[in-house]
């Protein structure tokens, strides 16, 4: 069974600059998250799907910053215009998520974004 | 708001040594907790998950202890060998379905 695939596996962009990142879930998995992680820390969550909606954006900077579920399969992750501070290392994770049970989420294995 | 620290920030120790991490939550109210390993450069592996009802789980020379109450967890590795090392990141699932992280043990076993 395949993992969660991300792409690109790294991206070097310059300031200002929009840039896109995209993930496919393990099939069958209603749930997709977007993490950020920066060095040295543990990731933090950036937006929660369930299907193809949108269930926890809280923590997603929406000025710059945006995603989206098309088909409730696959998703992309947009930052424009991209930011010094925004260089760190965008994961993707999926579940599936069951009435009456909670389960671990599967991790991909991130994109590296630098921003110079 | 939920806060998960992680002690040691890392760890060095020979081969063959049993090791324990440890991890504290400030908010009991979790659904579970989840210990993952990072090697560098790579995403995140699932080591063990341990639902809010369980006090522990073990797979092959791994054990995860769970005190909700305490608010604290153990990852125990025994006879600690090289391919261990890596940064150990523990997580809590809170009641938004939302895992926070603490920031990870960086774990060296030195051959």
């Known amino acids: 069974e395949a993992g969660v695939v991300q792409s690109p596996r790294y991206k070097i962009i310059e300031k200002k600059q929009p840039v896109a990142f995209w993930c496919n879930p393990i099939?069958?998995?209603?749930?997709l998250y977007w993490y950020r992680q920066n060095l040295g820390q543990g990731p933090e969550l950036l937006i929660r799907?369930?299907?193809?909606?949108?269930?926890?954006d809280s923590q997603l900077p929406k000025d710059r910053f945006s995603a989206e579920r098309l088909k409730g399969v696959d998703s992309t992750l947009k930052i424009q215009p991209a930011e010094l501070g925004d260089s760190a290392v965008y994961l993707c994770?999926?579940?599936?998520?069951?009435?009456?049970?909670?389960?671990?989420?599967?991790f991909g294995p991130g994109t590296r974004l630098t921003v110079l | 708001k939920q806060e998960v620290t992680q002690i040691p920030a890392a760890l060095s120790v020979p081969e063959g040594e049993n090791l324990v991490l440890n991890c504290s939550f400030t908010d009991s109210a979790i659904y579970n907790l989840q210990w993952f390993r990072q090697d560098p450069g790579k995403g995140l592996t699932s080591l063990l998950l341990?639902?809010?009802?369980?006090r522990e789980q073990t797979s092959g020379r791994l054990n995860a202890s769970l005190d909700k109450s305490s608010g604290r967890s153990t990852l125990y590795i025994a006879a600690s060998q090289p391919g261990d090392s890596a940064t150990y990141l523990c997580a809590v699932e809170d009641s938004s379905y939302k895992l926070i992280f603490g920031s990870g043990t960086r774990l060296l076993v030195r051959p």
């Open positions: 341990i639902q809010s009802s369980q």
């Open positions: 994770a999926s579940r599936l998520e069951m009435a009456g049970g909670s389960n671990e989420q599967f």
């Open positions: 099939s069958g998995h209603n749930t």
């Open positions: 799907y369930e299907n193809e909606e949108a269930v926890d």
